[in-house]
């Protein structure tokens, strides 16, 4: 069987979100089994925010060096064994070093496979990164329904958790196993890669934008289930539901977004999307009712569906330096709010309610919707080397 080298990265994806995605809807299981309260439970979250920033600064040379497939078949399944371990854990500390080894695999995934796909889409000539990420959206829809039933019918986090991360190892392997790494993309950058990726002046407009959409993924993703229980003390399922609904609209909307973006511009898409995920953010800061704080959810999904991927797309294809460091730069930059957003807005939870920790996301997605006019425009690419954030398109 022939498999689509855009196909192994959209599984990549899919098997990174439904493995840590069993993982985050059992988050109200391990905080209670732990004893964490919220600010405890954030912090163990911190480190994983640490071993991600140290991936993304360092690894890119390492993955230049392994290449995608080796590095995809260390990573995914690395991953899958880290949070496959989390049940286990004795105490916080232990938890955090877990977490740590974890946000290293997923920084690495996350330079990998948009480096990957970038160099698929030059050479094929097609559009694929909003439906990559869509693979992990549509991972984690199905990782946050299958734990909302796990919680509902008692499955033991142990069993639930561990099996997905086994049966992530088995598939994962077997599809990586065969992956035939694309072409490098031409670059006008002369030399090595640089051994750490920072962001150059360039790249900071689409940091900001990125900073935005990862700080709504990292709120609906960590804090959606013990939002729906401790504001509503909504049952198990109902209170599943939240990161549901979070990635199925957030799923749908990737997996379909491409031929909008190409008619309307990345700017335009961004912008519109930012504006429905600060409704969202302030619906959950005041919802009266269950079923409305629902709808927040969904909109932040659709808010937070191809922010994202459109700045990486915009960062891969600068060529005034290699694209793994450019997408290493960005993702090291908005990584870091994705990993510490959650757990500071949980210690905002903890000291005043988690509404509150909803509320102080807005300032942040509107400093986010202003910089989208470092986007392109309808029918405008990236320039080589010029700016980024310089005005070109419609």
């Not at 480190?47 to 260390?74: C, K, N, V």
């Not at 977490?99 to 970038?118: H, L, R, S, T, Y």
């Not at 909302?148 to 077997?174: E, F, W």
């Not at 709504?216 to 229980?229: L, P, Q, T």
Request: with cysteine.
């Amino acid at each position: 069987m022939t498999i689509a080298p855009q196909h192994r990265i959209y599984a990549s994806f899919f098997l990174l979100a439904f493995t840590s995605g069993a993982m985050t809807a059992r988050l109200p299981d391990i905080q209670t089994a732990l004893h964490l309260t919220q600010g405890e439970l954030g912090l163990t979250l911190i480190f994983m925010a640490i071993g991600s920033i140290i991936s993304l600064t360092l690894s890119a040379p390492l993955i230049e060096r392994l290449g995608a497939r080796t590095t995809g078949l260390i990573t995914i399944l690395g991953v899958a064994v880290c949070f496959g371990l989390v049940p286990f854990m004795p105490n916080g500390v232990a938890l955090s070093a877990v977490f740590v080894v974890a946000g290293i695999m997923i920084g690495a995934i996350e330079i990998n496979c948009d480096v990957e796909i970038d160099r698929i889409e030059a050479m094929t000539g097609g559009r694929f990164m909003n439906r990559a990420h869509g693979a992990w959206s549509v991972g984690f829809f199905f990782a946050a329904i299958f734990g909302a039933l796990a919680r509902q019918l008692g499955v033991p986090v142990a069993v639930h958790v561990g099996g997905i991360a086994l049966l992530t190892i088995v598939v994962g392997g077997s599809l990586l196993w065969g992956m035939v790494p694309a072409p490098r993309r031409p670059s006008s950058h002369d030399g090595a890669t640089p051994l750490i990726s920072f962001p150059t002046w360039g790249l900071v407009p689409l940091c900001l934008i990125g900073i935005a959409a990862f700080l709504i993924e990292g709120s609906g993703v960590d804090w959606s289930a013990i939002y729906m229980r401790d504001v509503f003390a909504s049952t198990p399922f109902v209170g599943g539901l939240g990161l549901a609904l979070f990635g199925f609209f957030m799923s749908v909307l990737r997996l379909s977004i491409d031929p909008v973006a190409h008619r309307f511009g990345s700017r335009a898409v961004a912008a519109v999307l930012l504006g429905i995920a600060t409704a969202g953010a302030l619906l959950l800061g005041f919802a009266p009712v269950d079923w409305l704080a629902l709808v927040g959810f969904a909109l932040l999904g659709l808010g937070a569906s191809a922010v994202y991927p459109l700045a990486v797309s915009a960062a891969a294809q600068r060529t005034d330096r290699p694209s793994s460091v450019n997408v290493a730069a960005l993702a090291q930059m908005t990584f870091v709010v994705f990993f510490l957003g959650p757990p500071l807005l949980g210690f905002v939870a903890q000291y005043t309610n988690i509404r509150v920790s909803y509320l102080v996301t807005v300032p942040i997605i509107v400093l986010g919707l202003v910089a989208t006019r470092a986007l392109p425009g309808r029918g405008v690419e990236v320039s080589a080397a010029a700016p980024i954030a310089a005005e070109t398109g419609v």
